[in-house]
């Protein structure tokens, strides 16, 4: 089975613009979850899509949504991007939701996000 | 809210010895524990899981975790570390919130570093 993937691998973006990440799950798995990462907060939970419903959100502001699409693909939208936004975008499959027992999650490459 | 503690920020370590890396967390109900491996330009991959049973759960690469419910922690432990085990290692609670699903919350992770 293919991995996790996510496009782009890399993004430069300046402060105010807005920035779409995508990302496709392994084959059969209804759950992706995204997460933020940087070095001073380790991995932040932003937010769980299964089966096209948001389930979970983290504590982050509204500037940062997401979708998730009937074939399971799930995007991610920053709208006015600051400084502190720059970071590795992850996102995580799985088969039965993130967490549980069947939650055993399966992490993309990530999307590594600069904002000058 | 549920939290996870990783005391050690930063290992180093010889080859041959041994490693137990902690990890506390606090959270009143069930929870189902993980950790995770990132070897450096890689992927976040999982190393072992916990969600019921046996206290004591093996993984891949000869890597342990036990865990400890009085204790509310789930410490990694490996026998003999090698040098291909430098690596950030993240420590994972799930547990079951409102309105359905899991939330899976890391640590902010273990750098250890294996010296030859």
């Known amino acids: 089975k293919a991995g996790v993937t996510q496009t782009p691998r890399y993004l430069i973006k300046t402060r105010g613009q807005q920035v779409t990440l995508s990302c496709s799950p392994i084959s059969g798995h209804r759950s992706v979850s995204w997460y933020q990462q940087t070095p001073g907060q380790g991995l932040q939970f932003l937010f769980e899509?299964?089966?096209?419903?948001?389930?979970n959100k983290g504590n982050f502001p509204g500037r940062f949504s997401g979708r998730q699409f009937s074939n399971s693909r799930s995007e991610m939208n920053v709208s006015t991007l600051e400084l502190g936004d720059s970071a590795l975008y992850l996102c995580?499959?799985?088969?039965?939701?993130?967490?549980?027992?069947?939650?055993?999650?399966?992490f993309g490459p990530g999307t590594r996000l600069l904002v000058l | 809210a549920q939290s996870v503690s990783q005391h050690n920020h930063h290992v180093i370590l010889s080859e041959a010895a041994s490693l137990e890396l902690g990890c506390n967390y606090s959270y009143g109900g069930t929870v189902n524990l993980f950790w995770y491996v990132q070897y450096p330009g890689q992927h976040l991959q999982l190393l072992l899981k916990?969600?019921?049973?046996?206290?004591l759960v093996k993984g891949i690469k000869g890597f342990e975790a036990e865990f400890i419910k009085s204790k509310f922690s789930f410490n990694l432990r490996k026998p003999s570390v090698q040098w291909s085990d430098t690596a950030e290692y993240f420590c994972a609670v799930g547990a079951s919130i409102t309105g359905g699903g899991n939330k899976l919350t890391f640590g902010t992770g273990t750098q250890l570093k294996v010296e030859l």
């Open positions: 899509y299964f089966s096209e419903t948001q389930r």
């Open positions: 995580a499959s799985s088969s039965q939701g993130t967490g549980g027992p069947g939650g055993t999650q399966y």
């Open positions: 916990y969600f019921s049973g046996d206290p």
